[in-house]
């Protein structure tokens, strides 16, 4: 399928003027605050099909410290978004649609929850329900990515202070049991709304206790259908986790739908859903410009799509293709900014980003020789 992107003429003249967006490297070695930005999908292409759709420009060009990742499961060369996040939130590898376990069946803390018990404020925000794959991973251990009712229960064990995604009714219409998360979520103290109620643009969240809202009862839908609530969430959940903690916060946000406009090759909907997430990626650094204490680190679990960028008929176009309507293996780019941006840069492991935020939060130093000697070890590729 070919689907044409424009580049206005007009833009190539801007390729050799000063760009307007300036590069900024803030100093000092060690945050207090962690933003994992995770755009599921994607790969480079989808990066610069955003990027000449939206005049030559990208949030994503202030970071100063770019990586490359290998996103490999456990069990096959091609990860889906439960291994991928698991690395993330983990640091191990794992077979594909587990969520928070390791290969060996066995649940792994997640990042999220050790920065929990260290006194530190959290939050997941994502545009799939909360309870899709890569937020999961980072809350809930269950060995099935397509049990949303168990991981739905976990949000009652954590003492995660805020979350902002679809999937409300995993909650509310329990078939597993009798329960009612939003309910229990309430009886906990939480402040619980949903889209049916309030736009999260006309919440403020006193900070006072948690919150958590609701973008649809399954999976929100895409930018293409007016969905607006990324950017908004990734201006409200650092100032509000700043609140929540004075020892600092980890916030993963998530950019879902680029993997689902991939899978379905619709390059127009990728480009929306690219743009989106960066503007979110935006409302994050303007955060942590002012802050100053607040690494962002923006990276994909996997590419999806196989997206290649082509020559067109006419010179100032480019035909955007895909090459399969599953994800592929290719190397994914990291992008860090603030205090530790520096470790990011490199070719790695995925793991190794869940070992870099752990190392930077200064969290104490883990006994069981865990997933670092293991994973090297159990690197596989059959
Ligand atoms: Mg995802
Ligand atoms: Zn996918």
């Not at 939130?89 to 792994?108: D, E, L, M, Q």
């Not at 002012?290 to 290649?308: N, R």
């Amino acid at each position: 399928m070919k689907q044409l992107i424009i580049i206005p003429a007009l833009l190539f003249l801007s390729f050799h003027q000063t760009r307007e967006i300036q590069t900024a490297p803030p100093t000092g070695n060690r945050p207090k605050n962690i933003i994992l930005m995770i755009g599921d999908g994607m790969g480079l292409t989808q990066i610069t099909a955003g990027m000449y759709s939206n005049g030559n420009k990208l949030q994503l060009e202030k970071f100063p410290v770019t990586g490359l990742i290998k996103t490999y499961s456990a069990r096959q060369l091609i990860t889906d978004s439960g291994a991928g996040a698991t690395a993330f939130a983990c640091g191990c590898k794992t077979y594909n649609g587990a969520i928070g376990v390791c290969k060996n069946g066995k649940s792994a803390p997640t990042i999220l929850e050790q920065a929990e018990q260290q006194g530190l404020a959290t939050g997941l925000v994502a545009t799939s329900s909360i309870t899709h794959a890569t937020p999961a991973s980072f809350i809930a251990h269950v060995p099935d990515r397509a049990d949303m009712q168990a991981i739905a229960a976990y949000f009652l064990q954590t003492d995660i202070d805020l979350f902002i995604g679809g999937g409300r009714k995993y909650f509310a219409e329990r078939t597993v049991d009798k329960r009612n998360l939003v309910d229990e979520l309430s009886a906990k103290g939480f402040e619980v709304t949903d889209y049916s109620t309030k736009k999260l643009q006309d919440i403020t969240p006193s900070g006072s206790s948690p919150f958590a809202w609701f973008s649809a009862s399954e999976e929100p839908a895409g930018v293409n259908e007016g969905r607006d609530y990324l950017p908004v969430a990734a201006r409200m959940a650092p100032v509000f986790l700043k609140k929540r903690s004075e020892k600092g916060f980890f916030l993963m946000i998530e950019g879902s739908q680029i993997d689902w406009a991939c899978h379905a090759n619709n390059a127009p909907n990728t480009v929306r859903e690219m743009l989106d997430f960066d503007a979110a990626i935006g409302e994050a650094l303007r955060f942590a410009e002012a802050d100053g204490e607040t690494l962002i680190v923006v990276t994909a679990d996997h590419e999806t799509g196989g997206m290649a960028l082509e020559q067109s008929r006419s010179p100032d176009t480019l035909d955007m293709t895909f090459q399969t309507k599953l994800h592929t293996a290719t190397l994914v780019p990291v992008f860090a900014y603030g205090p530790g941006a520096e470790q990011f840069g490199g070719v790695y492991e995925n793991t190794d980003i869940y070992r870099k935020m752990y190392d930077l939060f200064g969290f104490p130093v883990q006994e069981e020789e865990k997933k670092v000697g293991k994973n090297k070890k159990g690197r596989r590729f059959e």
